[in-house]
């Protein structure tokens, strides 16, 4: 039997992070990195992440910044190839990059926004883990966290936005739904190789900044109200389910989704 805090420990793995240094991305990498793993934060912006990386090492982790566009098969190539050069091996990787320049409502949805959205937020996430699955099966074991919203389990609630925040975006919603049945689909298909495959579904992000906005008060308390846990997450909340799915503690759990919402999905 092991002990309970060597299977939470994340020492000696190598973890790669998309939009390793945004709103989630930030504590996803700093979550990893106290749980003992190396950490690799990526996203379009090379030198930021890396700015960022920095403040990670200062603190006495291994983490390093690279570039990586979801949009370029040679910067997905270029970024698994600088991780193998640098550790030897990827252990971890979490799909959690989000491009919203092109979140369209259905209203004024275009082909071109939505192939541009896609092709990110979807069709990056796969080819990302594609060439990360390439170096984890003929090793026999991995583990891929996909990183949706409680928009990927249920749809905007219409009635709690202002009329004046217009539509919210159709793009986003199907994109995140359909993290979720990447997660299945690769849990399903690479199970045989000991590669686990999970998702967590968060709740909004720093919903209390909103309050002192007039134009979004309304919307503030309408999420409380009716949020069980009466707030929104924070910093520290996603880096629990994140660490728990990269851990061998949940060593028996593929293709689930973790609801990270403060209870907002059960009603």
């Not at 060439?131 to 609630?157: Q, Y």
């Not at 979720?180 to 999970?198: D, E, F, P, Q, W």
Request: aromatic share 8%; net charge negative.
């Amino acid at each position: 039997m092991i002990d309970t805090k060597q299977l939470f420990s994340l020492k000696d793995k190598v973890a790669i992070v998309t939009g390793g240094r945004g709103l989630y991305g930030a504590s996803i990498s700093t979550g990893l990195c106290e749980m003992g793993a190396s950490v690799v934060v990526a996203s379009r912006n090379g030198e930021k992440c890396e700015e960022f990386a920095a403040t990670l090492r200062e603190k006495g982790y291994d983490a390093v910044g690279m570039t990586l566009d979801l949009d370029s098969d040679e910067s997905i190539k270029d970024l698994v190839k600088n991780v193998i050069d640098r550790y030897g091996k990827i252990d971890i990787l979490v799909n959690n990059a989000v491009d919203r320049r092109n979140m369209t409502p259905l209203s004024s949805a275009t082909r071109q926004k939505l192939q541009d959205s896609a092709s990110t937020n979807l069709n990056g996430q796969i080819l990302l883990s594609q060439a990360v699955l390439e170096h984890m099966i003929p090793r026999e074991t991995g583990n891929i966290i996909n990183i949706s919203s409680m928009r990927g389990i249920d749809c905007p609630h219409f009635p709690f936005y202002p009329e004046t925040w217009g539509d919210q975006s159709v793009n986003y919603t199907t994109e995140k739904w359909a993290m979720v049945g990447l997660t299945k689909y690769m849990a399903g298909r690479y199970g045989k190789h000991n590669i686990r495959v999970n998702c967590i579904a968060p709740g909004g992000f720093d919903i209390e900044s909103l309050a002192n906005d007039p134009d979004r008060r309304e919307f503030y308390e309408n999420y409380i109200v009716n949020c069980p846990l009466g707030r929104g997450a924070n910093e520290d909340d996603i880096k629990g389910p994140v660490a728990f799915l990269a851990s061998d503690a949940a060593a028996y759990i593929t293709g689930a989704t973790l609801v990270m919402d403060g209870g907002w999905t059960i009603w």
